[in-house]
């Protein structure tokens, strides 16, 4: 499942596979993700005992340039596919409006359900019915990565006075949970006092994620 020495980069976060990219081959499976999910995938892929699948993670930094995915998608596709029987796309629409999907359709590829990371771990039908316009989400990998992810691309560290401008319509940051991790739950807390908002914690586990993969 996992690359005998696998390597982890810094800018994403993400654990990226070596050993099946270059020895796939019949009844391998490749999973191309997103960065931000390379502790979950990894986590459920052990739990059912996966040893077929590999994980390719894209960068996590493409959550803030959607636009991105779809290159970075079409190339790890080309690059891999001759080497896999096949390949799941671990994301969701994640703001690509529709393209990514588009994308799927055209090459036979299987992709998560949903319009983003926030509602398949909550659970599709339950995010929906939430309908919930003034909440600002974390996972636990934007708790971890709250400065790199939020607060500098914004220029917050260098102009918190732009606050408002940006989170001056959230009345709430919602932690959506993936573990019962006390540490996370200080970082996402602390992350909602410094733009101002209510917090509330929910957690969600692995959500839709998990029967998604379960069934590679």
Do not use: W
């Amino acid at each position: 499942m996992t690359a005998p020495n696998p390597r982890t980069d810094p800018e994403t976060d993400a654990r990226l596979t070596d050993r099946g990219l270059e020895a796939g081959g019949k009844g391998r499976v490749l999973v191309i993700g997103c960065g931000a999910l390379a502790h979950e995938i990894l986590a459920v892929l052990r739990a059912n005992g996966l040893d077929h699948v590999d994980l390719a993670c894209l960068p996590a930094i493409y959550h803030n340039s959607p636009e991105k995915i779809v290159p970075a998608l079409e190339e790890a596709v080309a690059r891999h596919r001759n080497s896999y029987e096949k390949i799941f796309v671990a994301y969701a629409d994640c703001g690509t409006g529709g393209a990514l999907a588009d994308f799927c359709a055209r090459h036979g590829l299987e992709m998560i359900a949903g319009p983003h990371c926030y509602s398949f771990f909550e659970g599709n039908a339950a995010f929906a019915a939430r309908d919930e316009i003034t909440a600002f989400y974390l996972t636990d990998f934007l708790a971890r990565q709250f400065e790199a992810f939020v607060i500098r691309p914004l220029g917050l560290d260098r102009h918190p006075e732009l606050r408002d401008a940006y989170f001056g319509h959230y009345e709430k940051l919602v932690y959506l949970a993936q573990t019962d991790d006390p540490a996370l739950d200080a970082k996402a807390r602390a992350a909602a006092e410094t733009l101002g908002l209510a917090y509330e914690r929910r957690l969600t586990g692995y959500g839709d994620l998990a029967p998604a993969l379960a069934g590679l």
